[in-house]
């Protein structure tokens, strides 16, 4: 009712100061900030405004550099709900305290990074384990959740402090964003537990569900179409590689959604997308093309690889360039004096990947090795005992009568026949995947495809015309970590 959004309307409006009085306000006494990285992200700000909270009043957060298109959208309308200081107010001889949210290195932090040596303490909080941060007199607390606010909201629970609805319901989008809403393999239990203890706080489940969704801009829906039919696709140790290149005239926001766009839709376990243009502005020539290619550009890096990819890591990969991020969604920004230099770093890039992957598992690693065998002239009645006296087991290797492999049963057959009332038929009438078979050393990606592509649930390994083993469907699960 109307009473309930003017008590939404004041309690968020109660945050602090907005405006000038802010400004006037922190030139004229100490400082304690909370700075989120470059290209904030909703986990960054609402990590640092949630940081804010815990520290008390009087402490303000700044966005260095810019924010991602979707955290724009939202404060286009929460702007002056939050404690949110211009970075041209700060004077850096005035910091007391700096407390920094997401990131833990001095490149990630745009102009604030100067102000690092200035603030009598440091504190940071990140959830990127595999970083390492060269903030050497900072007090750093790193733990492996799915979202960074998550350790934030748990401080402010423990610490018995009311959020405001806005606060709660930026702290909500924050985890929805970086847990995919709870769908990304990096989501915890303490992930959720902390989005149910915002939602108790007040956050506006209308506000997370307009917000949470990536509108696409004309320009991303336009690089987005000419990427997927632009993609280069290579199989590589058993991974589909996907690569996609844009070369453009300018810097481009948001490219990040068209990297996961592309790679949802395009079907491939890895992706490569990279992105130049000039840097800085043009210089008018004669020449245009040459001479714009003579100029410094800037390299844009972002990779990413599906839930079931194992051993690759995206941070590690891109560290060196001076970029990072988790290990299967990271990204880098390089500049480099001209158009040519970027060849060889895409070039080492490649074969940098290429070593990261590991070998792909083959059968013999997966295989189950206590094999049921069934003769294709006994009846199905036969079939069902034994399926009977065994609880639990799902098929049986069919064999002939010289003991070679022939073909395969499932449980389901013998229930299909059973309803037919054809139980004295016999099993070879009713088997599957005839002939089908497989080495020890079939890799396991080749495995999956026969199985999906013949519908059976045992994949018999053979050697030497002997069955040593078989793959079935639970195998595959339980090597890909799904079971």
Known sequence: ?????????????????????????????????????????????????????LRGPGTWVVIPAGEAPQLNAFLGLHLQMFPILPAKAVNPDR??????????????????????????????????????????????????????????????????????????????????????????ENTTARDVQMLAWLLSQGASQRSIAQFSQQTRTLEQQNLLSHGLRSIRKNVIKGFEVAMVSFDLDDFVKGMAVVAQDTLELCGSDILVLTVSNPAGRRKKSKTK????????????IICRARPLVEGINFHRLLRPLGGGGHAKAAAALIKVDTFADIAPILNRLEDDLLDQLPEPQCARDVMTTSVSFLHQDDSMAVAKKMFEDNEGWSGAVVLDGEQIHVGVLAVDDVVKCEAGGKLQTPIKAWMRGRGLRISPDAPLFEVERLLLMHDVGHLPVVENDFVIGAVTRSDILISRSLL
Not at 137 to 152: L, N, S, Y
Request: proline residues 2%; aromatic residues 4%; hydrophobic residues 45%.
């Open 95 to 184: 910091l007391r305290w700096l407390g920094i949210v997401d990131c833990q290195r001095r490149n990630r932090l745009g102009i604030a990074a100067d102000w690092v040596d200035c603030a009598s303490e440091v504190v940071i909080y990140d959830h990127h384990v595999d970083s390492e941060s060269d903030i050497a007199h900072a007090t750093c607390f790193v733990e492996e959740v799915g979202a960074v606010t998550t350790i934030i909201a748990e401080k402010i629970k423990d610490a018995g402090i009311t959020l405001a609805p806005a606060e709660a319901t930026l702290l909500c989008l924050a985890i929805h964003a970086d847990t995919g809403s709870l769908t990304f």
């Open 289 to 300: 093309e040459e001479d714009i290619r003579n100029q410094p550009h800037q390299l844009s």
């Open 1 to 53: 009712g109307e009473s309930e959004r003017k008590r939404r309307a004041d309690a968020a409006l109660a945050v602090g100061p907005t405006g000038k009085a802010r400004d006037l306000m922190a030139a004229s006494k100490d400082l304690d900030l909370v700075v989120c990285h470059k290209t904030a992200d909703f986990d960054s700000f609402a990590a640092a405004v949630g940081l804010a909270k």
